[in-house]
């Protein structure tokens, strides 16, 4: 069983900047694919950014330019570094796994492991 451990929510300003980060096990940040998703009040799970295991990132277009997902092998971390945050991007924030797909996806179906989330609260 893969445990993810999110941290680094809060509240924060429109136009602020939080960096959220994901502690897992070595071999799941250094073989698996893992991505960033986000839950607001009211609304379906979204995906926000997907990095590879070889380091390959895709985002979604609502946070292009200003979120950055990232990992740190030798640390076991996840982290998705978030610039000009608005009120629209107020959710829970969820890291996740996927093992068995290892594709730059994001469906949620394609992901087999998640974090408990972060809440991450805009205001303007």
């Known amino acids: 069983q893969v445990q993810l451990v999110e941290s680094g929510g809060g509240s924060v300003q429109a136009g602020g900047s939080l960096r959220l980060s994901c502690v897992t096990s070595?071999?799941?940040?250094?073989?698996?694919?893992m991505a960033w998703f986000r839950q607001a009040p009211g609304k379906g799970r979204e995906g926000v950014a997907v990095i590879s295991k070889f380091g390959d990132t895709v985002y979604a277009n609502s946070v292009k330019g200003r979120f950055t997902i990232s990992k740190d092998n030798a640390k076991n971390t996840l982290y998705l570094q978030m610039f000009s945050l608005k009120p629209e991007d107020t959710a829970m924030y969820y890291c996740?796994?996927?093992?068995?797909?290892?594709?730059?996806?994001?469906?949620?179906?394609?992901?087999?492991?998640w974090g408990q989330g972060s809440q991450v609260t805009v205001s303007s």
């Open positions: 070595t071999y799941a940040v250094s073989n698996y694919y």
């Open positions: 996740a796994a996927d093992n068995r797909h290892q594709v730059m996806s994001f469906a949620e179906s394609d992901f087999d492991y």
